[in-house]
């Protein structure tokens, strides 16, 4: 059952967010000594960025970040979500050495592979079990890299899956495939503005045929919690 945060405004959800992933670090680190976190893209880079950045709380030397999924872009492109956590977050603090990004001039296969390798630097078993993902979710009800009806939805090998005709620009990506995503002991979503009530709603609507779920409505931890964090907007036709 996903726990439902709803708050007033975009700022709202940003403040609260930015407390949502401190608060978390600060207990995994306290029992495990590390934090791993995934990050999203898309509009859940300016919702952290700015508050992340001016967070005293933050023991960055203890922080693991890795993105839940990331485009083939250079860094220097508007697409790169680690471009933008890189000039948005990470120069302005000096954290560089606390996030693990892809190399974007791979092949797609091949930058995939490179990428759970990294992550296997990491975490080791047969699964990584992250601290906290924090997830986005489109208009179209997609999460990650994962789009609806796309043969990704049924992977269930790779931590890492490489895709090359995402419907969202630009194609070639890397994702976080399910059986990491399901197997994190935290998972939250943050989602705002009213252009995505349709969906959420469809997210939260029980469906007689689990093949019909949204790509987001996929997501649930196996023993982890699950986290909507929504402004009012987002939230308005629960
Ligand atoms: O393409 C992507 O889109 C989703 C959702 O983005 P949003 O701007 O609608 O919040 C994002 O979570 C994902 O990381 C990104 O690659």
Excluded at 29 to 47: A, K
Excluded at 99 to 120: F, G, T
Excluded at 187 to 192: D, K, R, W
Excluded at 193 to 198: E, H, L, Q, T
Aim: net charge negative.
């Amino acid at each position: 059952m996903a726990q439902k945060h709803i708050l007033s405004s975009v700022d709202e959800v940003s403040t609260f967010s930015a407390k949502f992933v401190v608060d978390t670090a600060v207990e995994a680190i306290n029992e495990r000594g590390i934090f791993t976190l995934g990050v999203s893209g898309g509009s859940i880079i300016n919702i952290l960025a700015s508050n992340l950045a001016e967070n005293p709380n933050v023991n960055w030397s203890k922080w693991k970040v890795f993105f839940c999924d990331e485009r083939l872009s250079s860094f220097s492109s508007e697409d790169s979500t680690y471009g933008q956590f890189k000039s948005k977050l990470i120069d302005k603090v000096g954290c560089h050495d606390s996030w693990v990004a892809i190399n974007p001039e791979l092949p797609v296969v091949e930058c995939a592979k490179d990428y759970e390798e990294k992550l296997k630097k990491t975490f080791t078993g047969s699964w990584p079990e992250f601290d906290l993902l924090l997830l986005g979710m489109g208009p179209d009800g997609h999460t990650c890299s994962l789009f609806p009806g796309h043969q990704l939805l049924q992977e269930k090998e790779k931590w890492i899956a490489p895709i090359s005709d995402s419907p969202k620009p630009p194609p070639c990506r890397v994702t976080m495939t399910y059986p990491v995503i399901n197997n994190a002991r935290k998972v939250a979503f943050i989602s705002a503005g009213s252009g995505k009530a349709d969906t959420i709603k469809a997210i939260f609507t029980p469906v007689d045929d689990e093949s019909k779920l949204l790509p987001a409505a996929r997501v649930k931890p196996t023993s982890g919690s699950l986290h909507w964090i929504m402004d009012t907007g987002a939230a308005s036709k629960l």
